[in-house]
């Protein structure tokens, strides 16, 4: 038997995860975040799932409700019953290997194109003459925020900015955003 903890701010998408695989999925939505996108899939049988809507939007609050329920759960649940953290973000392996250490079954499952999906972002901005594209830092982190629907989370933010670094889409200096491509 596994439950899921998904940490849906760094995902993006539930349509991204296989959620008949799982006996209970509690899903940590942020406080930005108005409803849960499944994309178009379509389940056979009933889903036991809890959304734990986040009411402030601070940095790393929904990391800490996820850690939270991750050890309420730790404490309630049968040894039998295997955690799987669904995330991207590598802050939960510290937790992860002590609940491990407890001796129960858990895990890190990270989400390909998750919301650090560069071809959409690629895709989205190059849609866009150059000179309507965000020009400044700031800017271009809020087109990406609310692009990717991870406003407030600005590590996974951030990992998007260096992966568009990192595919040579732009370049990042204190003058602004230059676009390569």
Known sequence: MKWAFIDYENIGSLGKVNLSEYERVIVFLGA???KL???ETKYDKPINMMVVQLKASQANNLDFHLAYYL???DGHAERSVAFDVISNDTG????????KASGRACKQVKV????GDTEKLIKNLSAKPREKRPQKVTALRNHIA???SIQGNEMAIQKAVNQLVQ???LKVSDTGVEYLA
């Open 112 to 115: 390909a194109g998750a919301t």
């Open 167 to 169: 595919e040579k889409f």
């Open 71 to 73: 050890g309420k759960y």
């Open 146 to 148: 609310s692009h990717l």
């Open 92 to 99: 939960f392996s510290p937790l992860i290997a002590h609940i």
């Open 37 to 39: 996108d499944f994309t």
């Open 32 to 34: 930005k975040q108005p």
